[in-house]
């Protein structure tokens, strides 16, 4: 079964920054369209970004606008997430996804749909 791996997570002050990567040698990522999710403890899983097969059009969640950036290496056949101005309440896992769809809005950038799910990386903002 097809498996997304990400990784680049950490424990980090508030303020700071982390780059999350998303990979896989199973497929490749810019045929699809790859979503950013993150589950907190005691929550479910929440679309973060998504960027669209094709032309790479994004989609953020309000939470994170401004502060977080979604892109693509197609090379590297890798999606990146980086993230700045980390605050407590951006701790989770982190996950990333792959739908043959195109996100047209941040409502469509949500779990149900999506697969290759990997471990997840933990990231944990704290001071």
């Known amino acids: 079964q097809s498996q997304l791996v990400e990784s680049g997570g950490g424990l980090v002050q508030p303020g700071e920054s982390l780059r999350l990567s998303c990979t896989t040698s199973?497929?490749?990522?810019?045929?699809?369209?790859i979503g950013w999710f993150r589950q907190a403890p005691g929550k479910e899983r929440e679309g973060i970004s998504c960027?669209?097969?094709?032309?790479?059009?994004?989609t953020y969640a309000d939470s994170v606008k401004g502060r977080f950036l979604i892109s693509r290496d197609n090379v590297k056949n890798t999606v990146y997430l980086q993230m700045q101005g980390l605050k407590p309440e951006d701790t989770a896992i982190y996950y990333c996804?792959?739908?043959?769809?195109?996100?047209?809005?941040?409502?469509?950038?949500?779990?149900?749909?999506?697969?290759?799910w990997g471990q997840g990386t933990q990231v944990t903002v704290s001071s």
């Open positions: 996804g792959a739908t043959a769809w195109i996100a047209t809005s941040q409502a469509e950038c949500a779990p149900m749909g999506f697969y290759a």
């Open positions: 960027i669209n097969k094709n032309d790479n059009t994004t």
């Open positions: 199973d497929f490749t990522l810019a045929r699809y369209t």
